[in-house]
């Protein structure tokens, strides 16, 4: 910042983005896998009955498969898929050779839809109840809502569970707008999304926008490279299965933040309030 105070920077800051998992939400290993356990057990029980061990090494296996074909087209991988070839393989369909792809429409044809929706909504639940918000996220949001707008701009399979999340958690009130990978059709660093996300909430791509996240890459690069500025939380579980890079000489970030609570102290404390009547309503947006 050349001798430029981040204050100082940060002073044309009108609207806030954060990222979701290990943002404003640690998403550990044990986290995660409860979640899938949760999902296991009951869908296993509806759908199946499925030894709970076949179900989790399937899942297992078919989310690091989705994960090779989408991440390095800056593609998000398919939840609604995934159940989909899960249950297909616990009905006795072959998985694809290696370098193979699915027959997606054969798969498909050993479950039907609200079978998938079902499983979905256990998913989601099983998140909310796995891995609760921090208490101290909401009133921070809170109060950084009075001064600027707030945007949830996260890279997530299943946008329904960042809905269903964010009205659990109390965060509604005090978001402009959420945009989700999965509903854009891209993910971060590409600029689409954080085009995407200017546009929900109605301000221009530049400096008077604000990422924050705690993946190198998807965040601070991709943040930096849209032309916005970026805030780096330098702190996740170690532990956690969420995608992640280090920091590199890349891009500068504008703050590094020990941890998130330490952004309201970092940022300036004189700029305008919010536009009134923008908060967001979860699934009416990008």
Known sequence: ?????????????????????????AVDRAGLE????????????????????????????????????????????????????????????????????????????????????????????????ALPPDREVEPMLGRLAGRFR??????????????????????????????VSQRVGWIKPHPAIFAAAAAALGLPAGPALLHVGDDWAADVVGARRAGWRAAWLAARPADSPLPGSERDGSVAADL?????AELEERLPSRVGRRREGAAHRPGRDT
């Open 150 to 179: 707030l945007g949830l701009l996260s890279n997530w399979p299943l946008a329904a569970t960042i809905d269903r999340y964010v009205a659990a958690a109390g965060w509604a009130p005090h978001f402009t707008a959420v945009t």
């Open 256 to 260: 590094v933040l020990g941890r998130l």
């Open 1 to 25: 910042m050349a001798g430029r105070s981040a204050a100082t920077v940060l002073t044309t800051v009108r609207g806030i983005t954060f990222d979701f998992g290990n943002t404003l939400v």
């Open 34 to 129: 409860r979640v899938v356990d949760l999902t296991a057990r009951r869908v296993g029980t509806r759908s199946g009955p499925f030894e709970h061990s076949a179900f989790l090494a399937v899942w297992a296996e078919e989310r690091e498969r989705q994960f090779a074909e989408a991440i390095p087209a800056f593609r998000e991988p398919d939840l609604t898929l995934r159940f989909v070839r899960v249950l297909a393989r616990l009905r006795g369909a072959r998985p694809p050779a290696v370098g193979q792809a699915w027959d997606n429409a054969t798969a498909a044809a050993l479950s039907d839809p609200q079978e998938i929706a079902w499983g979905l909504d256990v998913y989601n639940a099983s998140f909310i109840e």
